[in-house]
């Protein structure tokens, strides 16, 4: 396969350091391109001097267009606004747009759909296997007990994650609603206060937790009558995440336009 020739976007942020040391590992692709926003500190540097891998002859950028139009793929893990202004950017350069960004509402969702006319979208709440695995289980175990199991879903990140649920417990929570045939819009609990009344058969809950460095832990509980089943998923290192976009990258790096999963990636789908 020819070298696949990846640009990284907010290659300051934590992320994005741990995106382009990932791609400077991996020989299959390089890094062409960084971008950051205008007026960040990191604009006219080395990309592998900011990341910590050595000089990659990579300099820090604010403007995607001439990076996008050398690129095979570009790397995402930045803001929902930002990802979706990239994706259409990627639709124009039809090139791939790997998407871990977290907090994305249906309308930033309608958008990206619009630009995998074009583009190779890959997009998930978790790039990592083993999150994608669980997902996979928990749709099967979902299907396969009845209403006589409910389903919650709890997690826990660190202090300074902005968004709740996680990215990953919607993902999971997708899974579970898929598993039940049901839809998660509609059957979502996403907080309990005060007098709540009994639970709702069929009802699918989430808890956040919020504190320390914890990188990322999801438990998804099914609980009946004298007994609970749990699938338990702990993230110890972000460098998962880093690697799992890679791997996406060089999946859809071949594929026709379209709209895919890490599901897809990993050939998860049949479970």
């Known amino acids: ?15 994005g350091r741990m995106l382009i040391k ?3 590992e991996t020989e299959e692709c390089r890094l062409v391109g960084a971008i950051e926003r205008k007026g960040s500190d990191a604009v ?23 990076v996008f139009a ?10 929902p606004a930002a990802t979706t202004a990239f994706a259409a ?8 747009h790997v998407i871990g960004t977290t907090g994305l509402q249906e309308p930033d969702f309608t958008k990206l759909e619009a630009a995998a ?29 009845g209403e006589d199991f409910d389903i919650e879903i709890l997690e826990m990140h660190h202090r300074h994650k902005v968004d709740a649920p996680s990215g990953t417990a919607l993902l999971l929570g997708e899974a579970a609603a898929e598993g039940r045939k049901i839809s998660l819009k509609e059957r979502s609990v996403r907080s309990r206060d005060g007098h709540t009344g009994a639970r709702n058969s069929g009802d699918i809950g989430f808890a956040a937790l919020r504190g320390g460095s914890v990188v990322g832990e999801h ?28 791997r996406a990258a060089l999946w859809a790096f071949d ?17």
Do not use: C
């Open 219 to 246: 438990t998804v509980m099914f609980a009946a009558q004298g007994e609970r089943l749990e699938l338990f998923h702990r993230a110890e290192d972000r460098g998962i995440f880093a690697r799992g976009a890679v």
């Open 89 to 96: 950017l990627a639709a124009q350069a039809r090139i791939v």
């Open 117 to 145: 006319r074009h583009a190779r979208i890959v997009q998930s709440g978790n790039m990592s296997l083993g999150v994608n695995l669980l997902a996979g289980l928990v749709r099967k175990v979902a299907a396969t007990l």
């Open 44 to 66: 006219g540097h080395d990309a592998g001097l900011l990341a910590g891998t050595g000089l990659l002859d990579v300099i820090v950028t604010e403007d995607p267009l001439p």
């Open 1 to 15: 396969m020819t070298e696949m020739r990846l640009v990284v976007v907010g290659a300051a942020g934590r992320m």
């Open 70 to 79: 050398q690129a095979d793929g570009v790397l995402d893990f930045t803001a």
């Open 22 to 24: 990932a791609v400077a």
């Open 255 to 271: 594929k026709k336009p379209g709209y895919y999963t890490m599901a897809d990636v990993l050939g998860l789908n049949q479970l």
